[in-house]
Every structure is written in C-alpha cells, then in structure tokens.
C-alpha cells in the first residue's frame, strides 16, 4: 500500500522540467515519478539547428544528465498508452502506475499537411534529438523543405552549414508568422544570399517518388528535383492521450486549461504545448508554443499541483534569430493582423540595419529588424509595457530607429 502522495509527469521537456523543480523545491514527501518515449534526459530543442549545422557538439544539447534526477523515478523509454482518469491510473507499454496528482507535459509534434506522397522513405521531420541525428547521418544531398516559418527556416539554414543543397518551399513568404511580408522578402534574400534556393507563393500538390527514394517535389509551378523531404509545416499540440482519457479539448486543439494550469479533471494540470490557456484579454483560447511561455506554464503546473496557487498570464514574447550571421527580431503586432486599424508605418534603413515600426496613435505596436539588434531588448520591453513613443525616446539612448521616431513627436 502507498502511504505518500505521488505526483507523476508525462514528458520529458522544459515545461515537463520546469514543474518538477518547482514541485521539488516547496515539496519533499511526495512521490515524483517522470515518464518520457524519449530515452534521454532533458535536452534543449531549440540548439538541435546548431548540432545539425556543426556548431556545437552533442553533449551541449543536454540540459541534465541521468544523475539531475536525483529522488525522482525516471520511466524513460517507455510510452502512456492510456490515461484512467476514474481509477487515477495510467497504462504504460510496459506496465502500468497509478497517480494521485498528474502533470501533462506532452508538447507538440510536426503538422502533417495534406500532401500527397507524404509518407516514405527519404522523408523526415526536425523536432527531437532523434529527427536531427538522423540529418547528420545523410551524406551530401539535395533537400527539399517544405514550410517557410521558423522551423523550416533554421532546418535549411543548419543543413547548408552541412554541406547540402537546400531548397525551402512555401505558400506565402518568409516566416508570414513573425514577419510582414516586406519583411520577409528582404529575409529571402539572405537566404539566397547564404545559398539557398528559395520558391515562396506555390501550393506543394505532392512529393514524388522514385521506387523507394524520393525524386522531386511537385508544386504548381512545376517539379523541383531533390532527393531527400523534410516537412516542416509548423507544430501542433500533441494531445492524443489526454484527448482519449476524456479530457476537455479546446478550439484550437490544445489541451483546455485555465490560469491555473487545472484541466477539465480534477488534479490533472496541463502545461507548455500541449495546452491551451485563456487570453485574459479577449476570453479566447490560444496556444503559445515557446520556450518561455513552457517554461511559465510548467512552473504554474507544478506549483498548483502541490497546492501552492500560482496563476499563468499570457505574454507577448519577441523572436530573435540569426540567418547566416544576420540577427532578425519581431516583437509585437504583424501589419496583415491589423486590417481596419489606423496605421503608420515608418521604416528606417541604414548600413547594416533595417527596421520597420508599426504605430498606433502614440504606441510603437509591433517592430521588426534585421541587422544589429544590440537594441532590440530596449523596444521589446517598451511594446510589451506599451509605452508611448515619447517615453521610448526620453529614456532611450541613440540608435539608428531613434532620430526616425523622434520626427513623430
């Protein structure tokens, strides 16, 4: 018979993580149990573009080792096949466990887009530590990579570090996420620059195969030869086993949670990408896949789960990244999402550095750079506390956007 408390995670991620130590550090006597498909201990998702490109080294993928998990019972390899939320049980493909407290922390996984040809060989996906060995393993090769968001864009921008011949592919333009179209057009270039073939505006109709290997990618402009497919069209919260263990599913396919991480059962929290929050502001579901916002989200998780009441609020977090050398950020507001607003656009263009500022009345709503991003924390802050323009400029010091917005006042 148990006689303590025990909490077990599903996942071995940062949000997965992030709510263990903060269930270890305000409690002693419970139980923790973590269970993962993956075999490893906890790596960084967001360095696997640098192991592929070269630049790093396995062993600086790792967050932890097995020893970190010092007073935890770690199920590593192994799989939750079925979640019992009536008898507090999960079964595992190798036994089973009952839990009294359960943290779900089961992240993302790879968006299959309706393509035909999508399933064969000489096709893969960028997600886990798995998916990039298996892209160091290739020889030099001719890559097809379809989606221009984020993932695809460090996807091709590593595998051309490696040696290969890349072609990225997609709908619309460059990161039409995190950028504006003009944007991401001056974006391309870079990537073209870096030596990346790039074809932005043609729907993928298929990927053809040769027997058992691939041979080109079929859009309607035409075939595009390659030799080897990666699909990166974005993520999706992975929400199987919470889905089937008759937990609350919201619109967007997260796993509903409210402020407190709590899921539509008692004592079973979600967190990180596989959830689904509330935004305070408009009452809606949304879905923030990132670092940070998992990170939030996990140490919310943890701390409710053991009773200390903690409330996750949404944030509206920038992106930085870096193109062949050439830092890009966005913060805020997108151009395309704000049709029937009243808006002024002010762009500023110098040697090195490019930045474009979508204002408001007297708010700097959105930003985006390429170039020397040396300021970029300066803006980031001001348009998540929405400052006015005049607040920016008073207690800012001179960068090359500054004089640009100072003519506003």
Not at 100 to 127: C, M, W
Not at 349 to 366: A, H, K, N, T, V
Request: include cysteine; proline fraction near 3%; glycine fraction near 12%.
């Amino acid at each position: 018979m148990r006689v303590r408390e025990r909490i077990v995670i599903i996942g071995n991620g940062i949000s997965g993580n992030t709510a263990l130590e903060a269930i270890q550090k305000y409690n002693s006597s419970s139980e923790l149990v973590m269970i993962s498909e993956e075999p490893y201990p906890e790596y960084s998702a967001c360095v696997l573009p640098h192991y592929v490109s070269g630049d790093i080294s396995r062993k600086k993928v790792f967050l932890k080792s097995l020893k970190d998990y010092n007073g935890v019972k770690i199920r590593f390899g192994v799989r939750v096949e079925k979640i019992d939320k009536k008898g507090s049980c999960l079964f595992l493909d190798k036994g089973n466990i009952a839990y009294d407290r359960l943290v779900i922390a089961t992240g993302g996984k790879p968006i299959l887009p309706p393509i035909e040809g999508i399933e064969g060989r000489g096709i893969s996906h960028f997600k886990t530590l798995a998916h990039a060995e298996r892209l160091i393993r290739l020889e030099e090769k001719r890559i097809g990579i379809i989606g221009t968001g984020l993932i695809g864009i460090e996807t091709a921008t590593a595998l051309r570090r490696r040696g290969h011949k890349v072609i990225l592919i997609g709908r619309r333009w460059i990161l039409p996420r995190i950028l504006d179209e003009e944007v991401g057009f001056r974006v391309q270039r870079l990537l073209e620059k870096g030596g990346i073939k790039v074809i932005t505006g043609e729907r993928v109709k298929g990927i053809i195969h040769n027997g058992k290997s691939v041979k080109a990618i079929q859009t309607e402009g035409g075939r595009t030869k390659c030799d080897w497919v990666i699909i990166a069209a974005g993520i999706e919260p992975r929400v199987e086993l919470a889905r089937d263990g008759g937990l609350e599913i919201g619109p967007l396919g997260g796993v509903k949670v409210n402020e407190k991480m709590e899921t539509s059962e008692p004592n079973i929290y979600a967190c990180g990408d596989c959830a689904e929050v509330i935004d305070p502001e408009t009452k809606n579901g949304i879905l923030q896949l990132r670092w940070f916002s998992a990170r939030q989200m996990g140490r919310v998780a943890g701390l409710n789960s053991i009773g200390i009441r903690k409330i996750y609020t949404p944030t509206r977090i920038g992106w930085i990244f870096d193109i062949f050398g050439k830092s890009v950020g966005s913060i805020g507001e997108l151009s395309q999402n704000l049709n029937g607003r009243e808006l002024k656009v002010v762009e500023e263009e110098c040697e090195g550095f490019y930045g474009r500022f979508l204002i408001q009345g007297d708010r700097i709503i959105g930003a985006q750079f390429i170039g020397s991003l040396e300021e970029s924390g300066v803006l980031f802050s001001a348009i998540s506390s929405s400052y006015s323009i005049k607040r920016i400029i008073e207690q800012t010091v001179s960068f090359p956007w500054y004089y640009k917005l100072r003519r506003l006042i």
